[in-house]
């Protein structure tokens, strides 16, 4: 009943589909109905839809051509209004909507008549207009209103595109107040703010290439790993969580941050970190930038590791199967079919496992031995599983208990509801792979080395 109910929704939105889709004689009857009503850009674009669907649909062709040509011509007459009331800037704008709506007409191959005289009088009002506000826009230029002046130039470049030197006067407009404001973050000392400024202009306007180049040399932290630390009796953490680090670092987009390589010897890196400990002698702190090559030092230490993993065990369930047999009906005289239950058992299975990691990160200067970053990262990680398995087709297994497989009781029990069912029934279909210890350790190190690597990644130092 079920089955059949939902194929005939389905053939009911499927039919709904099919004859709710715009054809493109619907979609003609649409623009000839906004048409009538004279709202031929409407109308113009259901007719296009039309075409679109079927090129040569003559219907919407002629109500196209018909439908265009009056918005044209409507467009034409706001153009001819407007220039006599001296409004140069509006009568160029109704002239473009009036050509745009040709262009787009004439890709349906369809022609569509502006006469010469508009056109004639259209160029002679840019020549004037584009005139006028070229130099208003150098006024403005010279006056170091660039926004205002950015404004107007894009105006010529877009109605005369190569008039006089309007693209290198909007650039100016463009790109110098950015320019000064890169600047002035470089004279402050503010690197990455520079640098970020002068990546908005192009390296050919004026110093930026050299500016930008300046900028990032000068605003580099280089940034050195050393050996973390273990003090947990889980071996290969630290390593782990080290290399870690330094591949998700290496991947970083930020050109402000590198990475000294790291062919320099472990005792060689100890002794910089004693001297930041003031373990070595006192010039040891002094030398440990220019020795390293590095501007501050990453440290870390794996602080705690616990673990609990529940072996998966297995027990033993009673349930029923459900099955159909066939009967007959001697007063009726038909078969009918009974749902009857047979005794069985199955097994249900359950496991755990949890991880807690603790790690202690430190981004230490060389220079000044200062902690600039420090966190204490603390994450858990568990996995469980409950399944069960049965030699019965799941699909027909059905919760409840029973006292003696052979005989029946009358404290047997079936459990016929919905809900139960299919609660017992998913305990089938659930995953039954538990994850192991390290798995689970793997993917708390991913997560702390993307979290240290995203705090270098926001740290600025110019911020200090």
């Not at 109500?63 to 467009?75: D, F, I, M, P």
């Amino acid at each position: 009943m079920n089955t059949l109910y939902f194929k005939l929704i389905l053939c009911s939105l499927l039919i709904f589909t099919l004859t709710s889709c715009d054809t493109p004689k619907s979609l003609t009857k649409k623009g000839d109905k906004f048409a009538e009503k004279n709202l031929y850009q409407d109308a113009s674009i259901k007719y296009m839809k039309a075409l679109d669907k079927k090129g040569d649909f003559i219907g919407a062709k002629e109500g196209l051509r018909s439908s265009g040509q009056k918005q044209v011509n409507a467009y034409l007459d706001d153009f001819f209004k407007s220039k006599n009331f001296g409004d140069k800037r509006a009568a160029i704008y109704h002239y473009r909507n009036a050509n745009d709506t040709k262009e787009k007409i004439n890709k349906y191959n369809i022609t569509i008549d502006i006469p010469s005289t508009y056109t004639t009088d259209y160029n002679s009002l840019v020549d004037d207009y584009v005139s006028t506000i070229y130099v208003e826009a150098m006024d403005l230029l010279e006056q170091e209103n660039f926004s205002e002046s950015e404004k107007l130039l894009k105006e010529v470049a877009l109605l005369k595109p190569n008039f006089k030197n309007v693209n290198d006067l909007k650039n100016v407009a463009t790109f110098e107040p950015i320019y000064r404001k890169a600047n002035e973050f470089l004279e402050l000392e503010k690197f990455r703010s520079a640098y970020y400024e002068y990546d908005k202009i192009p390296n050919s306007y004026q110093e930026t290439k050299e500016r930008k180049a300046l900028a990032l040399e000068a605003g580099l932290f280089t940034i050195a790993i050393v050996k973390f630390d273990n003090a947990t009796r889980q071996s290969g953490g630290e390593s782990a969580i080290s290399a870690l680090v330094s591949d998700k670092m290496m991947k970083l987009n930020n050109p402000f941050i590198k990475l000294v390589d790291r062919t320099y010897t472990q005792s060689f890196i100890d002794e910089q970190i004693m001297g930041l400990s003031g373990q070595v002698a006192e010039n040891t702190n002094a030398q440990v930038g220019e020795l390293i090559g590095a501007k501050a030092i990453i440290s870390g230490k794996l602080v705690s590791f616990s673990k609990q993993k529940n072996p998966i065990v297995r027990t033993e369930k009673k349930a029923w199967a459900e099955r159909k047999v066939r009967k007959y009906d001697e007063e009726t005289e038909k078969y009918f079919y009974e749902t009857v239950y047979d005794k069985i058992k199955y097994q249900e299975y359950r496991g755990s496992t949890r991880v807690q990691v603790g790690f202690q990160f430190q981004l230490i200067s060389t220079e000044s031995g200062e902690i600039l970053l420090t966190k204490l990262i603390n994450l858990n990680r568990s996995d469980e599983v409950h399944f069960a398995e049965s030699n019965t087709n799941y699909r027909n297994i059905v919760p409840g208990n029973w006292r003696w497989q052979s005989k029946q009781s009358p404290n047997d029990v079936v459990e016929t509801s919905y809900s139960q069912k299919r609660a017992l029934r998913n305990l089938f279909k659930n995953k039954k792979t538990l994850l192991s210890v390290n798995a689970l350790a793997n993917d708390i190190y991913q997560e702390i080395a993307t979290e240290v690597s995203q705090m270098l990644n926001n740290y600025n130092p110019e911020n200090e």
